[in-house]
């Protein structure tokens, strides 16, 4: 294991290993020296299955979910003409999707969580249609801040199913905390 690893303040820590299918594994966590105190676990399967539009898992408004690129065996290729070059190229880098339905009030879909790595620099852009994905209408790379994450807004249709692409820039993978939201 390490520790402090993967936060600002570098109190938490990251172990990866390759695992084996049907294979029980056990974790023994335990504080610095001898200190004690209350802790967040996640344990991320390193090999999304949600690489393609048609396999993107579903998150509803309120949600968060941790996810990753890691692992991820192609980035898409689609058409992105409309989502702006400036905001991250989309091919670039290994990429997931995920699925919404609109609400008929502005959503807003973000990386700017805990859990998402200080040096992951992530990527968003959203989709309209359905899975031959019609229409890209936004996307962010670095909100306006140091902070690398990514944020957008937009006006959603209530019923519409949109489409939400999570990758890196240039070529960068790494592990998000990716949030949908009704502001």
């Known amino acids: 294991g390490n520790f402090g690893a ?3 303040n570098r109190q938490a820590s990251r172990v ?3 695992s084996n299918d ?3 594994y056990y974790l023994l966590i335990h504080g610095f020296g001898a200190r004690e105190g209350d802790f967040q676990l996640n344990v991320i399967n ?5 690489q ?12 968060m979910v941790v996810g990753t690129t890691f692992q991820a065996i192609h980035p898409w290729d689609g058409d992105s003409t409309n ?6 190229l989309i091919g670039e880098s290994p990429s997931v999707w995920y699925r919404v339905q609109g609400t008929g009030g502005t959503l807003r879909a973000s990386t700017c969580n805990p859990q998402t790595e200080d040096d992951f620099n992530s990527v968003l852009h959203i989709f309209e249609g359905s899975t031959d994905i019609n229409r890209c209408f936004a996307g962010n790379d670095d909100l306006a801040s140091p ?3 990514a944020q957008i807004d937009w006006p959603s249709s209530a019923g519409q199913t ?4 999570v990758h890196g820039r240039l070529g960068d993978q790494g592990l998000f905390e990716l949030s949908v939201d009704s502001v």
């Open 22 to 24: 049907g294979t029980m």
């Open 147 to 149: 902070d690398r994450c």
């Open 46 to 50: 390193y090999n999304p299955i949600n």
């Open 16 to 18: 990866q290993w390759p």
């Open 162 to 165: 949109y489409y939400i692409l």
């Open 83 to 88: 989502c702006g070059g400036r905001h991250g």
């Open 52 to 63: 393609d539009p048609e396999k993107a898992y579903d998150i509803s408004p309120g949600d």
């Open 6 to 8: 993967c936060t600002v």
